[in-house]
């Protein structure tokens, strides 16, 4: 019944009346872990980043805060989420913690979340309202080996007892830098290299407007289209001219990078079935180029739609190689 009522109505009616609260009643939403995340789905009624449209939970949990002098207690929604490749390489993980219902007026969570050195700090805070971004490298053990990351911060705190708090971790393989040390990503060895200055300039400029995004999300009328204006993830990916000239959506550019760096001989085979909608398989660690091609193109026709171009080889130098006769 919910989805005939959503297909009856209009998209912003819709993204109020059927997003799926992951806390109804205040309480977690049964779910699986690693199950797909419903798009749109809210915390306590605020919009989520959709990153690249896949999260994936992780886990749900209910969290209540200790409660000072005349300051009600809060109970805030806290939801781990990742987002894999089409290969099944990690992209990104968001923690999220979110108030479930206002309290008084005059009760605030605001704290000092822009202080201490980080690579990227941007606050925006007023009065008593926080509003802070931070950036920082780091690294985590990930599927059983280190993986570099870029960590975003974000820390929004408004009257009546308004929280969301956003951390979000980037895999920065997808940024061009798969042996990335969080030592070489301060904010003073950035300075000793150009290529390392663009992107955190791009980073900032891309999680700024995730910050803004937050900032609408906690209003108290809770706009479902918080994130409109922030592009996926992936826009940050560092991806050569020939690859990023619109030919290629950023998924599979996103598999294209991820291959590159896998080990031995590698190879990756595509169809292009819509301008948009792409099949793709990849093969690595193989003993020789001869059997990662062929390894992969085999896998790659055998799920292949009969309308489908025959699949081809992208050669991972640049470019698409010669369709096979």
């Given at each position: ?34 199950s797909?995340l ?7 009624g ?33 939801v781990?989420?990742?987002q894999?490749?089409?290969?099944g ?29 980080h ?14 971004l ?61 290529q ?63 291959t ?5 001989f590698?190879a ?8 948009q ?17 062929r ?24 470019g ?6």
């Amino acid at each position: 019944m919910k989805k005939i009522l959503c297909t009856l109505l209009s998209p912003l009616l819709c993204a109020h009346l059927c997003a799926a609260e992951l806390f109804p009643d205040g309480q977690p939403d049964a779910y699986q872990q690693q199950s797909p995340l419903e798009n749109p789905s809210t915390v306590g009624g605020y919009a989520i980043y959709p990153g690249q449209g896949d999260w994936r939970i992780a886990s749900l949990a209910l969290q209540k805060t200790g409660a000072l002098g005349t300051a009600e207690a809060l109970s805030l929604g806290t939801v781990a989420l990742e987002q894999f490749g089409p290969g099944g390489e990690w992209l990104a993980g968001m923690w999220l913690a979110a108030n479930l219902v206002n309290v008084s007026t005059n009760q605030y969570m605001t704290g000092s979340p822009c202080s201490g050195g980080h690579l990227i700090a941007v606050n925006k805070g007023r009065g008593r309202d926080d509003n802070c971004l931070t950036v920082d490298p780091d690294r985590a053990q990930i599927g059983g080996r280190t993986v570099p990351l870029m960590l975003v911060r974000i820390s929004q705190a408004k009257s009546a007892g308004r929280l969301y708090k956003v951390a979000l971790a980037l895999n920065m393989e997808l940024l061009g830098f798969p042996d990335a040390r969080p030592e070489d990503w301060t904010a003073q060895a950035v300075q000793t290299s150009p290529q390392r200055k663009a992107v955190v300039e791009q980073l900032q400029q891309w999680a700024e407007a995730l910050q803004d995004g937050s900032a609408r999300a906690i209003d108290f009328s809770k706009p479902q289209d918080a994130f409109a204006k922030v592009p996926s993830y992936l826009t940050l990916m560092q991806v050569p001219a020939n690859l990023a000239d619109g030919t290629f959506p950023q998924a599979f550019q996103a598999a294209v990078l991820a291959t590159r760096d896998k080990p031995g001989f590698k190879a990756i085979a595509y169809s292009r079935i819509s301008p948009q909608n792409f099949r793709w398989q990849n093969r690595y660690g193989m003993g020789d180029q001869e059997s990662a091609d062929r390894q992969a193109l085999e896998s790659c026709e055998s799920g292949r739609p009969a309308s489908a171009p025959q699949c081809r080889l992208y050669d991972l130098g640049g470019g698409a190689k010669p369709a096979p006769q």
